[in-house]
């Protein structure tokens, strides 16, 4: 037991920022918005540090029940981690589309930023890359899908109708993320993993002396990451609002923040795995990502909006719109041959970079 505390002093030591944070929130928000903005800075890094804590024990998780499981273990996780940020902040300073725009930055993120640069490094070292493409169809589908009927279609939607659209909305997503769950982990499960020729190697000394995996342990820890990080964004939220109050910084920068927190340890996990030529786990990390977080994320908002009575912008921008559909058909093409190549991430990895360029014009 003692070892395993060891190896969580960083966990350990966002604990006390967050138990500090509360103390020093009142200063920090009067003594001027440079003070302020570093605040929000240092917490978002504590934030990423727990965050990274709780992927690696929902990686644990997925070493012991293997794909597809494990992937789903890992997305679901970060997913959880965006919904309580996104839920505290939404609730200490409501914005109309912070979720909105944490969506579609976490969609950018997940499938141009995370499945581009991974295929485009592991392009380059190992050539083609084989995965398993009916896994790719099936995630793309039904992230088309739900990004149509909850951020689409919306826009069509009058004002004294939102309440019933909302509704039916959270009904749409359940439905989908029941029959995808039962998908994945039921009588087409095969459609998400690969079978790879196994290699015997050398296992390194620290894998050699490293302790077996606590189920128990990893569960705790994983939901005490979760309310650490929760605890974090409660004062997080407000100094990083202040601080970017009238700084002429793009609204969506809160939002691509969110989105690049809860994406964090998924990138590390996807870079790895796309180096060491398993793309499966790649697709099934940046794709499942950006469809849990679409249909687990509005859901839970779009009740979150239902209880208050104050609905949320849902409906994306023109800009938005044309993106996630490019994105999504150059996602299709590149993804039905069951291999990825540099190119195939190289393009991936330039919508990246014009999702981030549009963002900083405030687009």
């Known amino acids: 037991m003692l070892t395993s505390l ?3 002093k960083f966990m ?11 103390p020093l929130e009142h200063w920090m928000l009067n003594s001027g918005q440079r003070v302020a903005l570093l605040g929000g800075v240092v917490l978002i890094a504590f934030i990423v540090v ?14 012991k029940v293997g794909d597809p499981y494990g992937t789903m273990i890992l997305t679901l996780a970060a997913v959880l981690v965006e919904v309580v940020i996104l839920a505290i902040m939404m609730s200490n300073e409501p914005s109309p589309t912070l979720v909105r725009d944490t969506i579609y930055s976490a969609v950018m993120l997940d499938i141009n930023g995370i499945l581009g640069l991974a295929a485009l490094m592991g392009g380059i070292k190992h050539g083609e890359q084989p995965y398993n493409d009916d896994s790719a169809r099936s995630y793309s589908v039904m992230i088309l899908t ?13 004002q004294a109708d939102w309440k019933i659209y909302s509704a039916f909305t959270i009904g749409a997503m359940v439905l989908l993320y029941t029959l995808f769950l039962r998908m994945q982990v039921g009588p087409h499960s095969y459609f998400f993993s690969y079978s790879y020729p196994e290699k015997r190697r050398k296992k390194l000394p620290e894998e050699e002396h490293a302790p077996p995996i606590n189920l128990a342990f990893s569960i705790g820890s994983l939901v005490f990451g979760v309310v650490v990080i929760g605890a974090l964004a409660e004062v997080m939220s407000k100094t990083l609002d202040l601080g970017l109050e009238g700084t002429g910084a793009p609204p969506v920068i809160t939002a691509i923040v969110v989105a690049a927190i809860s994406a964090a340890p998924e990138i590390l996990t996807a870079l790895r795995a796309a180096l060491a030529n398993r793309m499966q786990s790649v697709v099934n990390i940046a794709l499942g990502a950006s469809l849990s977080t679409v249909i687990l994320t509005v859901p839970v908002m779009e009740a979150m909006a239902l209880y208050t009575g104050q609905p949320f912008q849902m409906a994306m921008t023109p800009v938005q719109t044309v993106m996630v559909l490019i994105t999504l058909i150059v996602s299709a093409i590149n993804l039905n041959d069951g291999e990825t190549n540099a190119i195939e991430g190289m393009t991936h990895f330039v919508l990246f970079a014009t999702f981030i360029m549009l963002s900083l014009l405030g687009l």
Not at 12 to 22: D, E, G, Q, V, W
Not at 50 to 63: I, K, N
């Open 50 to 63: 727990a965050s990274m804590r709780v992927a690696h024990h929902a990686e644990q998780l997925a070493e």
């Open 6 to 8: 060891k190896q969580e």
């Open 12 to 22: 350990l030591l966002a604990l006390i920022a967050a138990i500090a944070a509360y």
């Open 146 to 158: 739900a990004m149509g009927v909850s951020m689409v279609v919306p826009e069509f939607i009058p």
